[in-house]
């Protein structure tokens, strides 16, 4: 399975939010300059996000985002399905595909179902909050 760059951001976009007071707004324009990521590619990634009732948005001078509750409510696994859908390693096991005809025959499905098990449990299991308080990127 192959994350994007959007799914990416998306937890970058939330982990900047995170770090800041629960009830302050953050620009977008904010995140954009400190995490070196467009303004316009933000503004696609939020969408969702705010969709989904992940952020909250205010307006005004004072506006921007923040999140909709604390940062250790959310995961990671949370987050990326807003972005993406579900996380599933093939189609054939997305709740929306069609019923594969090759279905029975297929030996190689519960090797599939059995990642896909593994990459969920482990996106659920990771919070906001270990993300913001990982001492480096070598923390999980």
Aim: hydrophobic share 40%.
């Amino acid at each position: 399975m192959k994350f994007s760059t959007k799914d990416r951001y998306a937890l970058r976009l939330m982990l900047e939010l995170a770090g800041h007071k629960p009830d302050e707004f953050v620009p977008l324009k904010t995140v954009s300059e400190r995490q070196g990521i467009s303004l316009k590619y933000l503004e696609q990634i939020i969408t969702p996000l705010a969709r989904a009732g992940l952020v909250v948005s205010g307006r005004g001078s004072q506006g921007g985002y923040r999140l909709a509750r604390p940062a250790a409510d959310y995961t990671a696994g949370e987050i990326l399905r807003a972005i993406e859908g579900e996380l599933t390693s093939i189609p054939c096991l997305a709740s929306t595909a069609e019923q594969c005809p090759r279905r029975s025959l297929c030996r190689t499905l519960g090797f599939w179902a059995g990642m896909n098990q593994v990459i969920n449990q482990y996106a659920d299991s990771v919070t906001l909050e270990d993300l913001r308080r990982a001492p480096d990127a070598a923390m999980l």
